[in-house]
């Protein structure tokens, strides 16, 4: 099958084995490129397929010769359908980590449910015994309780009145306002219950209980600030009291693994190009504009560079891990130095549909779009039959 991207909205229908292959690869090089890191070798990741929980499972095992475990909620191929990017992804990931002698194993599905948490308990039991590192980096709309089996819907509004700003379209290149209308109370409520750190407790505490956590042990979450034009709709919008939510839970599941002395962390990335972020009106043209700016600045990073500096700035350095007044770490601080945000902002003021295409990286967020389902990558033949890939071995 030859296979070419299908666009419909904010998503792409159709995903480029080889292409996934390819953009694995090539986070595969460059943490070897950056050398060892004195980390963790023993790390299950939740959310594992794509985006910053790939880019840390990759960081775990190339990093640091890592034995991980990524559970996540991919597709596989169907007759006529490809599989959805996380699962190319990580069928080759897993061929990458074989050759290179790293046990790797996944779980595919519904990283809410109770079943899953008991595979991966299962799964750690029988093939590691105990894990040190716990990376939580699930980005999902919807999460079914399963405590109480009701189907929670997250939704992206403001909170208190209605937010007009700028947006643009990235596959047009429109620029345009846009007006959000505030969530209600319930809204809000949902949005935190699939977003918040609810889920991440739960997952910790079924992990110590059933004894598979080491001493010692840490876990990892992230979440996003960013600026000022997107505050309405980000941190102070409904997402934003999920985010609120799943910090403070960072500082319970630390107190619950003190029989332990593990900890749980919160790391504040920088704003990427992902499935979900596509989604948020607003941020799409910010991002556009930071892109502009990061990359004459020379401080661009994409999710392998973020956690890749993560682990081997941060977490690993035999000194403390720094952290903010709120006791997050903090690795968006180039996204948000205030000559980056300053020039943001004043080509915010005066993007249109006419300049964004020099002021902003439209050129670069099409790319990194394409990216993201295995397409536009520079030594895949895109015009050559795909690598038919039909099952991951190291599924259990
Ligand atoms: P992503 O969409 O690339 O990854 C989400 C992962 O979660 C995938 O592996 C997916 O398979 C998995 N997943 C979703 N629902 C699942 C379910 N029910 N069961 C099992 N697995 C499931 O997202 P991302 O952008 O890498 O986001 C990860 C975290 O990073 C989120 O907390 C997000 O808020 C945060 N973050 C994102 C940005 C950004 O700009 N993208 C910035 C800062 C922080
Ligand atoms: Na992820």
């Not at 061929?95 to 948490?117: C, M, P, R, T």
Request: glycine share 8%.
């Amino acid at each position: 099958m030859i296979i070419e991207p299908r666009m419909r909205g904010f998503i792409c229908l159709t995903a480029h084995p080889d292409g996934c292959a390819q953009s694995v690869k090539n986070q595969i090089s460059y943490v070897k490129s950056k050398g060892t890191i004195e980390g963790a070798k023993k790390v299950l990741v939740i959310g594992a397929s794509t985006g910053f929980g790939l880019a840390s499972r990759i960081t775990a095992a190339f990093g640091s010769n890592a034995a991980t475990i990524g559970v996540f909620f991919e597709k596989e191929p169907a007759e006529g359908k490809t599989a959805t990017p996380g699962w190319y992804n990580s069928a080759a990931f897993e061929q990458e980590a074989q050759k290179a002698g790293l046990y790797a194993k996944s779980i595919n599905g519904d990283a809410f449910s109770n079943e899953v948490k008991q595979k991966t308990i299962d799964l750690i039991k029988a093939d590691l015994g105990q894990v040190d590192m716990v990376i939580y980096s699930l980005a999902s709309p919807v999460r079914m309780h399963p405590v109480t089996g009701v189907l929670h819907r997250s939704v992206l509004k403001p909170i208190g009145s209605t937010f007009t700003n700028k947006t643009v379209d990235f596959h047009t290149g429109n620029v345009s306002q846009v007006s959000i209308e505030p969530a209600n109370q319930e809204d809000i409520d949902n949005t935190v219950v699939v977003m918040g750190g609810e889920d991440w407790s739960m997952w910790m505490e079924a992990l110590k209980n059933a004894g598979v956590l080491a001493q010692g042990a840490t876990t990892i979450a992230y979440s996003y600030i960013g600026p000022e034009v997107t505050e309405a709709v980000y941190r102070k919008g409904t997402i934003g009291r999920a985010k609120d939510h799943l910090e403070a839970t960072a500082f319970e599941i630390t107190d619950s693994l003190n029989s332990l002395g593990g900890k749980a962390y919160v790391s504040v990335n920088k704003a990427l190009v992902t499935q979900a972020s596509s989604a948020i009106p607003v941020i799409p043209l910010y991002i556009s504009l930071l892109y502009k700016i990061m990359k004459a600045e020379g401080v661009h990073e994409g999710c392998i560079e973020q956690i890749q500096r993560l682990f081997a700035d941060r977490l690993y350095t035999n000194a403390a891990v720094p952290t903010d007044d709120k006791g997050r770490i903090r690795i968006d601080d180039w996204e948000m130095r205030d000559d980056i945000q300053a020039k943001v902002k004043a080509l915010w003021a005066t993007a249109t549909t006419e300049n964004l295409p020099e002021i902003g990286d439209l050129a670069g967020y099409k790319q990194d779009f394409l990216n993201l389902f295995g397409f536009g990558f520079e030594g895949v033949d895109y015009t050559a039959e795909a690598n038919e890939m039909t099952q991951i071995p190291s599924i259990v």
